[in-house]
């Protein structure tokens, strides 16, 4: 067998996990109208905590202090695995609660809930990962090139996300007239970014050697 198995496996057994419950209810017409609005204070938030600049001082009188946030931990691990073969714990609780809250606020942007993101409360997004043993589950050499090996995914994503809009606009107008989201629009989001969240716990999150499955399905 070779030693960079990028073997498919099902959807079941991925150690990625990402459910959204259904909104059986009329959602709130007013926030959806308003949603690219709403948003932007959470938004903020996520983007400080995913790439956060602070700079006091002027570059033009020569001095200044510079203090930065990075959101996803991914090239320190990289290198941890890599020479190491190691994935620090806090590192991991951190990245998952980091793609938790990342995908409350991307739930609440696309219209598949109403409640506003909390920054820490689960509500009714359901992400998991599952805590990889290093050593025997995580080949050393892989994180170089998961990326790359990724990227017909990233490919397919591109187009599948090109629709999301078209089902985003659709799903804006049902609820602003109707109030519902309707069924199957709202399974291809969800199964838009579950499909995506599997890719990043490959590549990006490297919990895992398992290569993605090609599907939206639970």
Known sequence: MSEFN???????????????DYPDRKLNWLTSFFRLFTVIPIAIILGLLANGTIRWGTPSEGWSIVITTGGMIFLPLVLMILFRQKYPKWWFDWNLNFSRFSYRVMSYLLLLRDEYPSTDEEQAVHLNLVYPDAKKELNRYLPLIKWLLALPHWILLAFLSFFGIFVW?????????????????????VGLLRWSFRVQAYAFLLIT???PPFSMAA
Do not use: Q
């Open 6 to 20: 990028v073997k498919e496996e099902t959807g079941n057994s991925f150690p990625a996990t990402l459910e959204v």
């Open 169 to 189: 606009l659709l799903a804006w107008f049902s609820i602003i007239f109707t109030g519902r989201y309707p069924k199957g629009l709202f399974d291809y989001m």
């Open 209 to 211: 050697d398992k290569y």
